[in-house]
């Protein structure tokens, strides 16, 4: 595994993409929000971007939908090149970004019918029947009437998905979609994910909820100040965290010390130690541990998580720092 300092984890393999990027870099000011970014959408996948707050997916999400131009690098997008290629890709694009344009003063059908007049591929009669499919989708059926203005941030949010889907996407590219959501609308917005999945659209969905990206998505790219520190099959990337044996025991002292003689890596992790199985077997760690006379209380295979993952990938940095880049995902202040 690779901190950002160096090559990014790449797993996966040469397939269809519906997006790609190289080198993407942008400045504003003096500031870096995003760094040589080399990003694949595989046709078909549900990608999760994850990050903790100000590592770049948004500004990246924007880059990719022409919404911002990248002081440098290249984009690809369904095939085509950006900025030239825009008018053919994004019709078949659907997004949920950040402040979605909405009329404050019309209702919330009235205002996807306004969005649903500027969607090339949508016949002008179909527009009626297509905003309100959209909204019995995102469940903003009962809500359609009433003004944008007094809507709760969930219920704009919703609003915001429902046009994104009112017609069917090669791509829809979700930044945050749960923000705002109670349970419930989280649930809601996972089935849509999942549905979108099935139906064989390509997802690019942007969370600091490692919990969310580990529920929903087929694929991850990990963004850390700015660039791409882990990219590829969710699944492969766990797998590729290593195997580990954690070890409940009192005599940590005396287990680190006997471990290190055997030549197994190991550290002190709650009420004993995580023992890396790298090179080793998890009946050679306990015997190692029996014959020098530690009391071995339990010995479980560690289960790598999405967030275990995420913590290795960045925890040299934010140790400099004296925080936990844990904390900055799913503790910290939004
Ligand atoms: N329009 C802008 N002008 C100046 N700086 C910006 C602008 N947009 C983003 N930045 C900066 O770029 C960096 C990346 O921000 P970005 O919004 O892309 O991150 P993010 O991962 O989406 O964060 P969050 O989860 O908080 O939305 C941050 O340091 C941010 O302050």
Not at 39 to 50: F, H, I, N, R, S
């Amino acid at each position: 595994m690779t901190t950002s300092t160096s090559a990014p984890v790449t797993t996966g393999h040469k397939t269809a993409v519906a997006a790609r990027t190289k080198g993407l870099r942008k400045e504003y000011g003096s500031t870096v929000a995003v760094d040589r970014v080399d990003l694949e959408l595989p046709e078909g996948a549900v990608l999760g971007m994850l990050g903790p707050n100000g590592s770049g997916k948004t500004t990246t999400i924007r880059m990719l939908l022409g919404l911002v131009r990248p002081t440098q690098g290249e984009i690809e997008l369904l095939g085509k090149p950006l900025p030239d290629g825009a008018e053919h890709a994004l019709p078949h694009v659907g997004a949920l970004v950040e402040g979605p344009g909405f009329h404050p003063f019309l209702s919330g059908r009235e205002n996807l019918i306004r969005c649903a007049a500027f969607e090339p591929l949508l016949p002008k009669k179909q527009i009626k029947q297509a905003v309100e499919d959209a909204l019995e989708r995102v469940g903003l059926a009962q809500a359609a009437h009433r003004r944008y203005r007094g809507y709760s941030l969930g219920m704009k949010q919703r609003l915001g998905l429902a046009a994104a889907l009112l017609v069917p996407r090669k791509l829809v590219v979700l930044d945050e979609p749960t923000n705002g959501l109670d349970p419930a609308g989280t649930r809601e917005i996972r089935k849509i994910i999942a549905d979108l999945h099935e139906q064989g659209s390509t997802v690019l969905v942007s969370s600091h909820l490692l919990s969310e990206v580990e529920a929903t998505c087929t694929h991850v790219a990990v963004l850390h100040r700015g660039t791409v520190v882990a990219q590829g099959e969710l699944t492969e990337l766990l797998q590729a965290g290593g195997s580990a044996l954690q070890v409940i025991t009192p005599d940590v002292e005396t287990a680190l010390s006997a471990l290190r003689t055997a030549k197994i890596s190991a550290r002190p992790l709650g009420e004993g130690l995580r023992v890396e199985l790298a090179g080793t077997s998890a009946p050679q760690v306990i015997e190692t541990l029996v014959k020098a006379g530690v009391g071995v209380y339990e010995a479980t295979r560690w289960k790598t998580g999405l967030e275990e993952l995420f913590a290795r990938l960045t925890e040299a940095e934010e140790a400099e720092r004296g925080m936990s880049a844990v904390d900055t995902l799913d503790g910290g202040p939004r």
